[in-house]
């Protein structure tokens, strides 16, 4: 077996491309590290998401605070 390709694509897609592999032996890497890519997104998606509800009750709470302060200034 022909490990030559196997370190090429665990090193990268770039050097497993540069490395001249064919395309049958190619796509899978191909494969890989789109599907990587999109889990990646999709966890950055759910973590953004997160992050703008957090904010959002975080600044609720400001506003709360805000009105509270101007009643008992008046």
Do not use: C, Y
Not at 26 to 50: C, K, Q, Y
């Amino acid at each position: 077996m022909n490990t030559k390709w196997i370190g090429a694509v665990r090193e990268s897609l770039a050097v497993a491309v540069a490395t001249g592999l064919d395309p049958v032996r190619l796509e899978p890497a191909r494969a890989a590290f789109t599907t990587g890519m999109h889990t990646v997104a999709g966890i950055s998606a759910v973590l953004l998401l997160g992050v703008a509800v957090l904010t959002a009750v975080l600044l609720r709470q400001v506003d709360a605070l805000r009105e509270k302060t101007s009643e008992q200034v008046a």
